[in-house]
């Protein structure tokens, strides 16, 4: 059971480039979310899909999009990468139940030059 | 004012000491709220889970919630240089299945 798993754990892009990071999971979670987290700012929500077939924006969508591949699969995309994007990103996921709790996966730092 | 706010560290104490973490909420909404552990270069992971009323103990770790005051505590007996990590407090928007988190405290137990 390896809970949530996020491909790469490194990437260095250039201003411009594009790119996805892949997540998933194996708990049947119907739940799943992308955060970024900086230093002193925490985590913060970029989308989230509450169920297979449905995103929504988070907190800090702008430059930023996805897809729910199936229920397993969430990914991030990153059209045309930017400096301020240079992050490390999570992603997580959860059962819809009423303690709602969120499992992350390892993050992927991602550096844009 | 943020949702949820905590300091951010570091705070350094020396083994075995009796550690206290807080984090004050703003939305009188929230129901429940999380507290999550940290290490360097890895995901959280969930520590404890309280309801907005009381404690809740789990070994060497007490959560605690004092609703009048919108003020959340975690408490950690005996600490070990094993604890050192930074700690996360969340709590969820009510009827949504957003989080709202704190920035994180970073703690230091020093053998």
């Known amino acids: 059971n390896a809970g949530v798993t996020q491909t790469p754990k490194f990437q260095v892009l250039k201003t411009g480039q594009s790119m996805t990071l892949q997540c998933a999971q194996d708990m049947n979670h119907n739940s799943m979310y992308w955060y970024r987290q900086d230093p002193g700012m925490g985590l913060r929500l970029i989308y989230y899909?509450?169920?297979?077939?449905?995103?929504d924006k988070g907190e800090v969508p702008n430059g930023y999009n996805v897809s729910r591949l199936n229920k397993r699969e969430f990914s991030l995309r990153l059209e045309s990468a930017a400096p301020s994007q240079t992050s490390v990103y999570f992603c997580?996921?959860?059962?819809?139940?009423?303690?709602?709790?969120?499992?992350f996966g390892p993050g992927t730092r991602l550096t844009v030059l | 004012q943020k949702e949820v706010e905590q300091d951010p560290g570091p705070l350094s104490v020396p083994e075995g000491a009796i550690v206290s973490l807080n984090c004050t909420y703003s939305n009188s909404a929230f129901q429940y709220f999380m507290w999550y552990r940290q290490y360097s270069r890895k995901g959280p992971e969930l520590l404890m889970y309280t309801y907005s009323s009381g404690n809740k103990e789990d070994g060497r770790f007490t959560a605690q919630v004092d609703k009048s005051s919108k003020y959340i505590s975690l408490f950690i007996r005996d600490s070990q240089p094993s604890d050192s990590a930074t700690y996360l407090c969340a709590g969820p928007s009510q009827g949504t299945y957003k989080y709202i988190f704190g920035t994180g405290t970073r703690l230091k137990v020093l053998a």
């Open positions: 899909s509450a169920s297979e077939g449905t995103t």
């Open positions: 997580a996921s959860s059962e819809r139940g009423r303690t709602d709790t969120q499992y």
